[in-house]
């Protein structure tokens, strides 16, 4: 830093206290906000600010809104309002006239109203609107001051919707001679590429003349632009690394200007950025990565001078170098530059060497080992930070070898930190080192108590979760799962036997859990005494009401025994009054099941926490229920998407994957939801009030969901005081035993390890030994935790994998699938389901089905000649399937046995049609003089229906007028000039365009023919064709990330399980086959157990589907931006899967 | 602990954004606590700046002169600079390079240096809009657009010359 400056801003105080400054031009000490500013320095307590302040405003409000305020007093005035503002008092009444003030203001004036509106609005702030006419005016000003000011507030802030307005005025200035408009409007274009991507498109050619730019300024902005395209698709850029290359050389070469230079290094933060973009283009790319090397090298071998810009510069390099495809040599010499970095004395070197190393030592662990004695000096430092940093790089060398040393020092750090933020994080990383390497029983349940102890009701709930979760599931041995289990039980009695009123809430909970769940493992422990320790814990005032809800849960189970009924009881009694429902319903629980021990056994088996169960989906044991409730007046069931507009109104789009999109009705899903252990209960096998009790067993995942659910984050930073206390008196921190440590010491003193440091002392030699351990060079390729030489101890088996993994959707699914399925049994109830006996017809078809009948005999007289085309050549059949069941009526009845002649209708059909698949020719109606028949045609982009109308008569028929009309189709003629006329014994035809409204599961389209008979008065048929929603899907070829852009756009969902089809080949992809092959749907990809799925309605209407394989059935998420449509396409998807 | 289960679309959801490098705000405080300057590029309420702005000084003041110039604060970084009495904070995300910042720290008070020719805390403090201007040449979108002093000055010197000729 230059001497000067630290000379003048020392001699501050002493300026401060003068009443003016004299000689100065620029400081306007005198002027009222200098009053302002020196009134503010002398108070001394907040209370006086607020009031001066609240003058100040008042004051300036006064003048903001007179008239005869000049702009120059306006501008004087923005800046006051703009140093309140700073000091957190609104004044948002200056809002509009910093507006004013850009618009009406000249130059200074100008940019400060411009600087106000960018200082006071945010960027979706509905004044800005008022901005860009303002800002419209400017960028076509002569003066190029205006249109650099109108450029920078463009590129700080912009109404996203009014993007196009200006757009082609901003494209224009690139082209502009001077370099700074050039410079300004590619930066106004990135912000747009930052908020409107799409915008944008068009212009990426004009991206790459800026990136070729002759000024160096105007290159350096357009790399914001690459920077973040090339972050979101490095394919599409791979062409330009040798001119980012060749522009890193020249800048590294010193041939930019000299003013681009900081202190003689010539634009570092340029040469940063370029570093950046190289490092994203080289990843896992060896041809680019080695177009990089000479420059590489160049730049580590430039950046020698000793000044800190340069190490901000090598850091990037060393970064890059070990992001890219490796190559030795330059590998070596960033090596050798981090240890510079590490070993200097400056402090922020030393962190970002630290920091360096942390990300390097992931690609290769062996160069922790060369500085390990520094590691271990770092691990003592007195700064935080460092000591922060350090233990960062040591979570990341982890293995089964060290893990005891590295937590023990993590816990350390965590037993003297202050913050909570960090003891969140380090919470975390112990429990998931304790989790993945865990040296034995005693030692994790050890380590996971000082995590509970220490992380309190701070910590992330998955931690206690996942910790319960793997208690219950266990691990590959049922013996240690006994010994795991048996050995928390110990451990938590002596606690609870110690002062428990320390523990925080969280670890309260886990052990009621635990103890109740396991303590009879432990014969020789009386479940009295369980009970007594328990019952302490209800009797401490600090208990939250959530954690002896969890307590009274433990009891219920431990009554089994018999012994400890007597306790039982009091304490039901007890809370059987309590003014906390949950807590009463815990106790009523609790006193019901102990006195009854074969519901009790039903309920909660003992060692069932294994076996899932299983989960009614059609909640077919409510059938009764739900008559007798509609019986009774109660409202009928809603459909989904119904549900989801009325919630639409009411709630913004919801982002957030797997959420519950649908408010919940059903008295069997609130159960789940409610802040309680109660879903420990159901998946005990007591399911609330209505589950069928036939189901028991209990369900891992509905039980580790129910965990999740009980930890909400209301108890974040309660119980601070008492986790502190706790973290110093709690649970003896897990130390290594000296002979432990020796024994490390000596395995390790087989491999030689270079030692920087020449006279390191013995202690930490043994540290270093044991923290380092297993980074040997033999087993350098898989300590990463990519495959750890010894297997990890708590693995858990595949089954809880896959099961964990989809709890929270599983459970979601069957929310949402189960009143469905009450509706159809509902609707089955209801009608007269004998009427059709075809699988898997819906009722709603039914309805319509039964209305529908009186319209299509609607034709006056018998029947006369009237055929179906049976041949079907051409078509698909598979698309049929599912047409033919819904078309009207049965065919059959139609035909006239005794028809003399059979026309062949589907000669009839235009040859461009013919060639395509279409529905059979379906009989709509039929008099004596004519007959209407239909079939509709897949076109690509349409679909056709195509209408015959057939006169039987010896007459000619004329005037025909065919109308059609459909509430949920736009019905549209397709030929010109429709034939009017039909001579005897021949048939014509028209064709309909149509495409959909309002989706629906079938559409129907009602007409009507009118016409003249040669003889009498004109005639009318009424008919009607129905078709269902198939027809209209099309596939929709995406990729999977605009099926991700496109995913997040859309508010419209539904999810649902689909049964798997499991005949032989591997279960999605076959399902996901047959759903292909009968619906029209594009795969867009498989990965693993999801897959995704597009199509579109015609026309343009998309419908994206997210499969997901649970166990046995498949669960389906659709969203489309078409209200109902996902609800219709899951309803052909059952149906497909169904007939298959 | 459970790894992330390979899930197509959340993992499309969230690219790139958690990987987002960028600089959240840029303060100047005094050590009393005053709050000189300060300019936002992720937004925060105004009701929550004072508090905020008060914890980073209460941070940053409690340090030593020997000890590192990064902070960690709540899940980002702060990056700080001492000038006499007044002191230059910047909060950026993890990924940041912090020694890069820590530099474009000093490179701003050269600036300001070269603006006001021997730049005082009395000159930010009454200048404030100027400050403001040339800090926007320095920094959009909480990235780095110009560091060339020339450049950086080029439009407020206009402004000044427009505003007096």
Redesign the interface.
């Known amino acids: 830093?230059?001497d000067?400056?630290?000379k003048?801003?020392?001699?501050?105080?002493s300026?401060?206290s003068l009443d003016s400054?004299p000689g100065s031009a620029?400081?306007?000490?005198t002027?009222k906000?200098?009053n302002l500013?020196r009134g503010?320095?002398e108070l001394t307590s907040k209370h006086e600010e607020e009031k001066l302040i609240q003058r100040e405003l008042a004051s300036i409000k006064e003048q903001v809104s007179s008239p005869n305020t000049s702009m120059r007093q306006m501008?004087e005035l923005?800046?006051r309002a703009?140093?309140c503002?700073?000091?957190?008092y609104?004044a948002s009444f200056s809002y509009i006239h910093a507006i004013k003030l850009a618009q009406q203001g000249t130059?200074?004036e100008k940019?400060?109203g411009y600087?106000a509106v960018?200082?006071f609005l945010?960027?979706s702030h509905e004044l800005l609107l008022l901005l860009v006419n303002t800002v419209l005016k400017d960028l076509q000003s002569t003066n190029l001051?205006e249109v650099?000011?109108a450029l920078?507030v463009v590129?700080?802030m912009f109404p996203k919707d009014m993007i196009p307005a200006i757009l082609p005025l901003v494209e224009e200035k690139l082209n502009h001679p001077k370099e700074?408009i050039r410079?300004k409007a590619v930066?106004a274009l990135?912000?747009f590429y930052?908020i409107a991507p799409n915008q944008v498109q068009h212009i990426h050619n004009k991206f790459r003349k800026a990136l070729c730019d002759k000024d160096p300024?105007v290159m350096?902005?357009s790399l914001?632009i690459y920077l973040q395209m090339i972050?979101?698709n490095p394919e599409g850029y791979k062409d330009l690394t040798a001119s980012f290359v060749t522009i890193l050389k020249q800048v590294v070469g010193g041939k930019l200007p000299m003013?681009?230079n900081?202190h003689s290094v010539p634009?570092?933060?340029?040469q940063?950025q370029l570093l950046?973009i190289l490092s994203l283009l080289g990843k896992n790319d060896q041809s680019t990565s080695e177009i990089m090397y000479e420059v590489l090298d160049e730049s580590l071998r430039r950046a020698e001078m000793n000044h800190?810009?340069t190490?901000?510069?090598l850091?990037?390099c060393v970064k890059c170098i070990y992001t890219i495809h490796p190559k030795s040599d330059l590998l070596e010499k960033a090596a050798k530059c981090i240890g510079n970095f590490v070993l200097s004395p400056k402090?922020?070197?030393?962190?970002?060497g630290l920091?360096a190393l942390t990300y390097v030592v992931q690609q290769d662990p062996k160069l922790a080992l060369q500085h390990q004695m520094t590691i271990i000096e770092c691990l003592d430092h007195?700064?935080l930070?460092?000591k922060?940093e350090t233990l960062e790089l040591l979570f990341r060398i982890t293995n089964a070898q060290n893990v005891t040393v590295i937590v023990e020092k993590m816990l350390e750090f965590l037993h003297s930190n202050t913050?909570d933020?960090?003891t969140i994080d380090l919470v975390g990383k112990v429990?998931?080192l304790a989790?993945?390497y865990a040296p034995g029983n005693e030692w994790f349940i050890e380590t996971m108590n000082t995590v509970f102890s220490v992380g309190g009701d701070m910590m992330q709930p998955?931690i206690p979760n996942?910790f319960l979760?793997l208690l219950s599931e266990g691990f590959d041995t049922v013996e240690e799962d006994r010994k795991l289990r048996l050995f928390a039980v110990d451990s938590y009695v002596s606690l609870l036997q110690g002062e428990p009123g320390k523990l925080p809430q969280r670890f309260l909970q886990v052990i009621s859990w635990v103890l109740g769940e396991y303590s009879h493992l432990r014969e020789e422990l009386e479940p009295a005494t369980v009970m007594r320790l328990l019952a302490k814990l209800l009797d401490m005032k600090q208990t939250s009401s959530e954690t002896k809800s969890w307590v009274l849960l433990a009891m219920t189970k431990l009554v089994r025994a018999g012994q400890v009924f007597q306790s039982a009881q009091e304490v039901s009694e007890t809370y059987g009054s309590s003014m906390d429902t949950v807590l009463r319903q815990r106790a009523q629980e609790l006193q019901h099941l102990s006195q009854d021990c074969e519901l009790r056994a039903r309920v909660l088996p003992q060692d069932a926490g294994l076996e899932p169960l299983e989960v009614d989906s059609s909640l077919s044991f409510l059938d009764g229920f739900v008559s007798e409730a509609l019986a009774a007046g109660a409202a009928p069931y809603k459909p989904p998407h119904q549900r989801q507009e009325e919630l639409a109104q009411a709630k913004a789009l919801s982002?957030e994957?797997?959420g519950l999109s649908l408010p919940i009705s059903m008295s069997s899903c609130s159960i789940a939801d409610r802040q309680s252990p109660t879903l420990l209960s159901m998946s005990s096998g007591l399911s609330g009030d209505s589950t069928d009790l036939s189901h028991k067993g209990s369900s891992t995942t509905l039980k580790l969901d129910g965990v999740k659910r009980v930890w909400g984050r209301e108890g974040y930073l309660a119980q601070r005081e008492a986790v502190e206390e706790a973290a110093q008196v709690e649970v003896p921190s897990p130390l290594r035993s000296p002979s432990q440590q020796a024994e490390a010491d000596s395995s390790h003193s087989q491999t030689p390890t270079p030692t920087p440091t020449p006279e390191p002392d013995q202690e930490k030699q043994q540290l270093a030994s044991s923290l380092f351990f297993g980074l040997s060079s033999q087993s350098s390729v898989c300590l990463m935790g990519k495959s750890e030489p010894t297997p990890q101890r708590f693995r858990r088996k595949a089954k809880g994998?896959a099961s964990?993994?989809?709890a929270a959707e599983q459970i979601s699914n069957s929310l949402v699938s189960a009143p469905s399925a009450v509706d159809n049994f509902l609707c089955n109830n209801l009608l007269d389901s004998n009427i059709t006996s075809q699988v898997g017809i819906s009722s709603s078809e039914q309805t319509s089905e039964l209305s529908q009948g009186p319209a299509t005999t609607n034709g006056t007289c018998d029947t006369e000649a009237e055929s179906t085309d049976g041949d079907i050549k051409g078509s698909n059949p598979s698309l049929i399937i599912g047409d033919n069941g819904l078309v009207a009526a049965d065919p059959t009845p139609h035909k006239d046995p005794g028809s003399p002649k059979d026309f062949c209708l589907s000669s009839h059909l235009p040859a461009e049609l013919s060639e395509l698949c279409r529905s059979e020719i379906t009989p709509l109606c039929s008099n004596q003089s004519l007959g209407l028949s239909a079939c509709h045609v897949h076109k690509e982009d349409s679909l056709v229906l195509v209408v015959f109308i057939t006169n039987s008569s010896d007459a000619a028929i004329r005037q025909i007028l065919l109308d059609l009309d459909s509430e949920q189709l736009q019905v549209s003629c397709v030929s010109d000039s429709p034939v009017e006329d039909v001579t005897s014994h021949s048939v014509a035809m028209h064709q309909f365009s149509l495409t959909v409204k309002r989706p629906s599961v079938h559409v129907e389209v009602v007409g009507m023919v009118s016409y003249q008979l040669p003889v009498g008065t004109p005639q009318e048929v009424q008919f009607s064709y129905k078709l269902p929603l198939t027809s209209f899907i099309r596939p929709l070829t995406v990729s999977?990330?605009e099926?991700?852009?496109m995913?997040?756009s859309f508010s419209h969902d539904t999810k649902q399980n689909l049964t798997l089809i499991s005949d032989g080949e591997e279960p999605l992809t076959a399902t996901l086959n047959v759903l292909k092959e009968k619906l029209q749907l594009h795969i867009v990809?498989i990965?693993?157990m999801?897959g995704?799925i597009a199509c579109q309605l015609l026309r343009d209407q998309p419908c994206l589907m997210?499969c997901?394989v649970h166990a046995d059935v498949l669960a389906v998420w659709l969203r489309s931006p078409v209200p109902d449509l996902p609800d219709c396409l899951i309803y052909h998807c059952q149906r497909a899967l169904q007939e298959h | 602990m459970v790894s992330g289960v390979n899930s197509v679309v959340p993992v499309l959801c969230f690219r790139a954004a958690a990987d987002q490098r960028m600089i959240k705000f840029v303060l100047m405080v005094n050590r009393q606590g005053q709050t000189r300057l300060s300019r936002y590029y992720q937004p925060v309420e105004l009701s929550r700046r004072a508090a905020l702005e008060a914890d980073v000084v209460r941070c940053c003041l409690t340090r030593k002169k020997d000890q590192c110039s990064f902070v960690e604060y709540k899940d980002f970084k702060l990056v700080y600079r001492q000038y006499a009495a007044l002191y230059i904070v910047v909060g950026v995300t993890d990924t940041e390079n912090e020694l890069s910042i820590y530099e474009l720290v000093h490179n701003f008070v050269e600036v300001l240096d070269k603006y006001f020719s021997r730049v005082s805390e009395l000159d930010i403090m009454f200048n404030l809009d100027r400050v403001h201007i040339i800090l926007d040449e320095m920094i959009q979108n909480g990235h780095i657009v110009e560091t060339n002093k020339s450049r950086i000055l080029a439009p407020l010197t206009a402004l000044d010359k427009m505003a007096d000729g």
């Open positions: 830093m230059s000067v400056v630290e003048t801003l020392t001699a501050l105080p300026l401060l400054q620029k400081l306007s000490s002027s906000l200098g500013i503010i320095t501008k923005m800046v703009i140093y503002e700073s000091l957190g609104e130059v200074l940019r400060v600087l960018s200082l945010n960027e001051i650099c000011m920078t590129s700080q700074i410079r930066l990135y912000k930052l300024g350096t902005a914001h972050q979101e003013d681009f900081y634009a570092p933060w340029l940063i950046r800190n810009i190490y901000a510069i850091y990037e402090i922020n070197l030393k962190y970002l920091k007195p700064d930070i460092i922060r913050d933020y960090t429990a998931e989790e993945k998955d996942s979760k982002l994957p797997y994998q964990s993994s989809g999977t990330e099926y991700g852009t995913w997040l990809e990965i693993g999801e995704i997210h997901r």
